[in-house]
Nanobody, 126 residues
Framework: QVQLVESGGGLVQAGGSLRLSCAAS????????MGWFRQAPGKEREFVAA????????YYVDSVKGRFTISRDNAKNTVLLRLNSLKPEDTAVYYC???????????????????WGQGTQVTVSS
């Protein structure tokens, strides 16, 4: 079992920044990959970014490349998502998720992730 708790969301103006944090507990943190997803009202949950077990490899959806940065600290059992140059279309509930079965690959499909946090709201005003 893995428990995930997100924090750091909020309201920010366009062009601003936020830092989302996800604290994990349960299984050994370095044994699974981590991802961030988001879901806007009326839309399906979509992949945002992911990081490999070691933290050496990352992957982003095209719409956030160059603006968002994912990282993990295996000593602190946390994964961060730094959001810069925010746009109104980034408004969504952001979820962190754990991928226990991807071994050392990075996966982007919602169905491939096994555990989810409760989500944190990010609202970007224009």
């Amino acid at each position: 079992q893995v428990q995930l708790v997100e924090s750091g969301g909020g309201l920010v103006q366009a062009g601003g920044s936020l830092r989302l944090s996800c604290a994990a507990s349960g299984r050994t943190f370095s044994s699974y990959g981590m991802g961030w997803f988001r879901q806007a009202p009326g839309k399906e949950r979509e992949f945002v970014a992911a990081v490999s077990r070691s933290g050496e490899r990352t992957y982003y959806v095209d719409s956030v490349k160059g603006r968002f940065t994912i990282s993990r600290d295996n000593a602190k059992n946390t994964v961060l998502l730094r959001l810069n140059s925010l746009k109104p279309e980034d408004t969504a509930v952001y979820y962190c998720a754990a991928d226990l079965g991807g071994w050392h690959s990075i996966r982007t499909n919602v169905d491939e992730y096994d555990y989810w946090g409760q989500g944190t709201q990010v609202t970007v005003s224009s």
